[in-house]
């Protein structure tokens, strides 16, 4: 009987578990498949201007609120867009059945696919790559 109920246990989990990630991932798949290259320019903008209000960035970027309102007002309307149309029926259906932290966390992928398309220009990723011109030949020769 014991094992007859943990076998039920782990049917019962096993489905629920498998059907919970359903409609997040056709969700993600939508964002993913629908963003379009002038979005992520939108993305990366919006999360530019955002970034450069950390302390540490404030006085070197400086984004006049002007500018920063725009990046904001165009991640809204794109969001809108996005969720209200394009993805609407994975939207409905990753809130209504799992939930919003579901719904949040395939969201985040929004954000993964702005620094993925900032990391992809060969500019940014030759910029990332360049401090090692400045370092000393005799720091490396510690390592052979």
Not at 79 to 85: A, C, E, P, S
């Amino acid at each position: 009987m014991k094992k007859l109920i943990a076998i039920i246990i782990l049917i019962t989990f096993y489905q629920t578990s498998s059907q919970a990630g359903q409609y997040s991932d056709k969700f993600e798949n939508c964002l993913a498949q629908k963003t379009t290259e002038r979005d992520k320019i939108v993305l990366v903008r919006w999360a530019f201007s955002a970034m450069a209000h950390h302390s540490a960035l404030k006085e070197e970027f400086n984004i006049p609120k002007s500018k920063f309102t725009k990046h904001e007002i165009a991640v809204a309307d794109y969001v809108q867009y996005i969720l209200g149309t394009v993805c609407f029926k994975e939207t409905k259906n990753v809130l209504n059945y799992e939930g919003e932290e579901a719904f949040l966390k395939a969201f985040e992928l929004l954000g993964e696919v702005a620094f993925l398309s900032l990391m992809q220009e060969s500019s940014v990723s030759n910029a990332l790559e360049n401090y090692v011109t400045h370092i000393d030949p005799e720091f490396l020769r510690k390592f052979d």
